[in-house]
Structures are given as structure tokens and as C-alpha cells.
Nanobody, 125 residues
């Protein structure tokens, strides 16, 4: 059974950092495109970052570019999202998602077939 489990969320002060992890099971990460999404209360879910399987191509939302970094370790079946210089507006539930494929990752929610349950990130003083 294909599963994605997020971890690493929590409460952090503005300007702080968090590292989210997405651990996959039931399939080999190699050959899957992974995306990170977030949903704040009362808002639509939005794409944050994504990474290809083949060449490591990455995309970032404008709101996080330069502050967030996505990385993957196919051997460990994990995809991490390093979040630095966090702002209150980064507060949301963060989800990872997967789609079979190697190239052309997307920040579109429609693109992904499998989703984790999410982890809460709260940025507040």
C-alpha cells in the first residue's frame, strides 16, 4: 500500500527554521515526482515546491523561493523541505504528494495522485 507520511512540523518563531520530511512506503521513491503543498485556514491548498525524479529539477512558489529548499534521498525514500526565514504567513498544514514519473514536476495540485495526511507548521512569536 502506497503511503506518504510527513513529519517535522511544529511551532517556531518568525525568522526561525524547520525541516519537514516526507517518508514514503509501499513504493520506491525513484521514479516518482514529489511535491510539497500547504493549506492555511480558510485558503486553498497551494503548491510550495516540487522535485523531479530524473534530473533533480526543482520548482518553488514565488512566496518561498530563496527561503525553502527541497531535496530527495531515493535510497532512504525521503523528500525533505528545509524552511528558513519563516514568516507568520507560512503558517499552514503542509502536505507531500507523489506522482509516478521522472520529468516535468508541477506545482499543480491536480498533478498528484497520492497524498500524505499533513503536518502543522505554525510561525508565531
Amino acid at each position: 500500500q502506497l503511503q506518504l507520511v510527513e513529519s517535522g512540523g511544529g511551532l517556531v518563531q518568525p525568522g526561525g527554521s524547520l525541516r519537514l520530511s516526507c517518508v514514503v512506503s509501499g513504493f520506491t521513491l525513484d521514479g516518482y515526482i514529489i511535491g510539497w503543498f500547504r493549506q492555511a485556514p480558510g485558503k486553498k491548498r497551494e503548491g510550495v515546491s516540487c522535485i523531479a525524479s530524473s534530473d533533480g529539477t526543482t520548482y518553488y512558489a514565488d512566496s518561498v523561493r530563496g527561503r525553502f529548499t527541497i531535496s530527495r534521498d531515493n535510497a532512504e525514500n525521503t523528500v525533505d523541505l528545509q524552511m528558513n526565514s519563516l514568516k507568520p504567513e507560512d503558517t499552514a498544514v503542509y502536505y507531500c504528494a507523489a506522482r509516478s514519473g521522472t520529468y516535468h514536476p508541477s506545482l499543480g495540485e491536480w498533478f498528484y495522485d497520492y497524498w500524505g495526511q499533513g503536518t502543522q507548521v505554525t510561525v508565531s512569536s
